[in-house]
């Protein structure tokens, strides 16, 4: 494997990150390379999250480096972090749609806000990008509260990837829906990622979409990454958390044929 | 070479090769947009394109989509367009684009015939009726809500009863104080000014205490009621409407108003009387001090004029309005509350509707009561 050519993507150092006394990450390092998808796992309210809104600079860190395509997150509060932004995209846990635009105008927000263009190639780029992800027209003329959890999800996903960012961030893409829905939404991720050379940075719980998806896992636990790589080699991982996630009832259910 | 995007031309006979380069993304869409359009009188002449791609440095959906719509206008008028040279990186998703904006939607013209607006005159009056029906409803399913308690006396929500009480009657009373205070100093001073004039000094008193006591105390205590407990009232119960809550207590048995609605207009009942009590004694303080300092009129005379100037009935004119006003209050803050529908812009709106409305509604009913109560002669 060619591993170490690939240029990385986002760079996080001895990050420490925690609120009043307690601590969440705990001097964490992790590399995404370019291109690749990562699924990040770890126990509910194990910082997995906090991770991802910390790189995003939604959170103040305690000490650390985090650089995400060259930008240094968090370092000076406000315009590096804003630079940084129009490179990323980012897919929270409900959309987080806003509630006051239909979905067309969701999606073409980020592209109004941040390029010039005509309204009638702004519609016509955000319909695209509401036709990428597998929504109609007829779609991009409802207001969030009449979308179904599978809508939503397509939705803040093509206003994710409005302004055709590098990186996207996803917060549990997939919980929530039906496993038809999720694994289609898991091949709608998959092709993006092909189509659009992105680089996705995935938190999950889903471990179908960590099989088919993910080029690689990261495993947080205890405020560290203690593992990290493909499926096959977090089967084979030793340490004791790993085991009991990915050896559970549910997981040996799912995946008989891998081990 | 240079990452600015340009579109090259060459024209051999009728067929004309577009030559994209530099980089064809989002960051460069103003520049991108005016290319694509300025080729668009030689792309009329033309038979037939070609679109060599191998310039390009960087492409994006938005680059990708101006390419693929010149080259599908160009397809429309049945010529022949030809896409050459693309990178293997950019094929899937220039063929991604292929497939979208397929559809015409029909444009959403703004057309406003008097047919429109007649629709929209029509609609608006459905709404005042609806809400008056709103409001109707309310009241009957929090008196229906009363009868259940009175017949179970049990079931009333007390703790919740004491809480709303503590919330819109004892946090509001500093504020509730304060601007009474002033309003009753205002008064006394603008009177003490004017009627001086004409020697009518003494006359300020009886101004001060049947102003004070009838209306303004018990009207501006309704109005800071409205604006501080109201919106409260209705903003929670919409935010619970919106985590669906409410229909979670529904689900378990439980009716929302029993619950949620009844405490709160109760309490509300309870604390605007003695809100408007406390108002009308502070404003009194306030007409008091003013008479005291600015118009030279020791305590002693001012309690003795009140005296003379006031009786019990003007009192009981201002409290009997006050649970009147409660009641509506509390009811239109609630019932506002439950029409929140999902967006956080409906929540705006619904509590600004349930203040202005309260605060409108409070004003007629004060008229009303003065008609009421100048012809049972009190």
């Given at each position: 494997m060619q591993e170490q050519e690939l240029p990385v993507a986002i760079h996080v150092e001895d990050l420490v990150v925690g609120f009043g006394r307690r601590i969440v990450i705990d001097h964490l390092s992790?590399?995404?390379?370019?291109?690749?998808?990562?699924?990040?796992?770890?126990?509910?309210?194990?910082?997995?999250?906090?991770?991802?809104?910390?790189?995003?600079?939604?959170?103040?860190?305690?000490?650390?480096?985090?650089?995400?395509?060259?930008?240094?997150?968090?370092?000076?509060?406000?315009?590096?972090?804003?630079?940084?932004?129009?490179?990323?995209?980012?897919?929270?846990?409900?959309?987080?749609?806003?509630?006051?635009?239909?979905?067309?105008?969701?999606?073409?927000?980020?592209?109004?806000?941040?390029?010039?263009?005509?309204?009638?190639?702004?519609?016509?780029?955000?319909?695209?990008?509401?036709?990428?992800?597998?929504?109609?027209?007829?779609?991009?003329a409802k207001f969030p509260s009449e979308l179904s959890g599978g809508m939503t999800k397509r939705v803040a996903l093509a206003r994710a990837l409005a302004l055709d960012p590098a990186i996207v961030f996803l917060d549990e893409p997939t919980s929530g829906l039906d496993p038809i829905a999720a694994g289609d939404f898991d091949t709608l991720i998959k092709t993006l990622q092909k189509t659009l050379g992105l680089t996705v940075f995935m938190v999950t719980h889903d471990l179908a979409s960590l099989n088919t998806v993910c080029d690689r896992v990261a495993a947080l636990a205890d405020g560290k990454i203690v593992a990290i790589g493909p499926m096959s080699e977090l089967l084979r991982s030793e340490h004791p958390w790993v085991k009991a996630y990915f050896h559970g009832k549910r997981s040996m259910m799912l995946q008989p044929k891998v081990m | 070479m240079?990452?600015?995007?340009?579109?090259?031309?060459?024209?051999?006979?009728?067929?004309?090769?577009?030559?994209?380069?530099?980089?064809?993304?989002?960051?460069?869409?103003?520049?991108?947009?005016?290319?694509?359009?300025?080729?668009?009188?030689?792309?009329?002449?033309?038979?037939?394109?070609?679109?060599?791609?191998?310039?390009?440095?960087?492409?994006?959906?938005?680059g990708a989509w101006l390419i693929e719509r010149i080259s599908r206008h160009f397809a429309d008028g049945g010529q022949h367009a030809r896409l050459v040279g693309a990178a293997d990186?950019?094929?899937?998703?220039?063929?991604?684009?292929?497939?979208?904006?397929?559809?015409?939607?029909?444009?959403a013209t703004?057309?406003?015939?008097?047919?429109?607006?007649?629709?929209?005159l029509g609609r608006a009056a459905l709404a005042a009726v609806l809400d008056l029906s709103a409001f109707l409803q309310m009241l009957g399913a929090v008196c229906l809500a009363t009868f259940g308690v009175l017949r179970h006396p049990r079931s009333f929500r007390l703790t919740s009863l004491v809480y709303q009480i503590y919330r819109v009657g004892w946090q509001a009373l500093p504020i509730?104080?304060?601007?009474?205070?002033?309003?009753?100093?205002?008064?006394?001073?603008?009177?003490?000014?004017?009627?001086?004039?004409?020697?009518?000094?003494?006359?300020?008193?009886?101004?001060?205490?049947?102003?004070?006591?009838?209306?303004?105390?018990?009207?501006?205590?309704?109005?800071?009621?409205?604006?501080?407990?109201?919106?409260?009232?209705?903003?929670?119960?919409?935010?619970?409407k919106m985590r669906e809550e409410i229909d979670a207590l529904s689900t378990m048995g439980l009716d929302p108003v029993d619950i949620l609605i009844l405490p709160r207009v109760v309490a509300l009942i309870v604390a605007l009387p003695i809100l408007a009590f406390i108002g009308a004694v502070a404003a009194l303080y306030g007409g008091g001090f003013v008479a005291w300092f600015y118009g030279g009129m020791s305590p002693v005379t001012f309690i003795a004029r009140l005296h003379e100037a006031i009786s019990v009935t003007h009192f009981e004119v201002g409290m009997i309005k006050a649970p009147f006003m409660a009641l509506v209050i509390g009811i239109v803050a609630c019932s506002e509350g439950l029409r929140v529908k999902g967006s956080a812009e409906s929540l705006g709106k619904q509590t600004t509707t349930s203040v202005v409305k309260s605060i409108f509604l409070v004003i007629v009913l004060d008229g009303l009561f003065a008609v009421f109560f100048a012809s049972i002669g009190m």
């Open positions: 992790l590399d995404v390379r370019r291109g690749e998808i990562l699924g990040l796992v770890g126990a509910s309210g194990g910082g997995k999250s906090v991770l991802m809104r910390t790189v995003i600079g939604l959170i103040a860190r305690r000490s650390g480096k985090i650089d995400v395509m060259g930008s240094d997150i968090g370092a000076t509060p406000g315009c590096r972090t804003n630079q940084a932004a129009q490179k990323w995209g980012v897919l929270f846990q409900q959309g987080a749609l806003f509630s006051s635009l239909t979905a067309l105008q969701n999606v073409a927000f980020p592209l109004r806000e941040n390029a010039t263009m005509s309204d009638e190639l702004m519609t016509e780029i955000a319909n695209a990008k509401l036709e990428m992800v597998g929504l109609t027209s007829e779609d991009g | 240079t990452n600015e995007p340009l579109l090259l031309t060459s024209a051999n006979g009728s067929a004309l090769e577009l030559r994209p380069t530099g980089s064809w993304t989002v960051g460069n869409a103003a520049v991108l947009e005016q290319l694509s359009a300025s080729i668009a009188p030689q792309l009329a002449r033309a038979q037939s394109i070609t679109v060599n791609m191998s310039g390009v440095r960087e492409l994006d959906t938005l990186d950019y094929i899937d998703l220039i063929e991604e684009l292929r497939q979208v904006n397929r559809r015409h939607d029909p444009a703004k057309r406003m015939s008097i047919a429109d607006r007649l629709e929209r509730v104080i304060l601007i009474t205070f002033l309003i009753g100093a205002i008064i006394a001073q603008q009177g003490f000014f004017h009627f001086r004039k004409f020697g009518a000094e003494a006359y300020v008193v009886d101004m001060v205490g049947i102003l004070v006591l009838r209306e303004l105390g018990v009207l501006i205590v309704a109005i800071m009621v409205a604006g501080r407990s109201g919106s409260a009232y209705t903003a929670e119960l919409g935010s619970m």
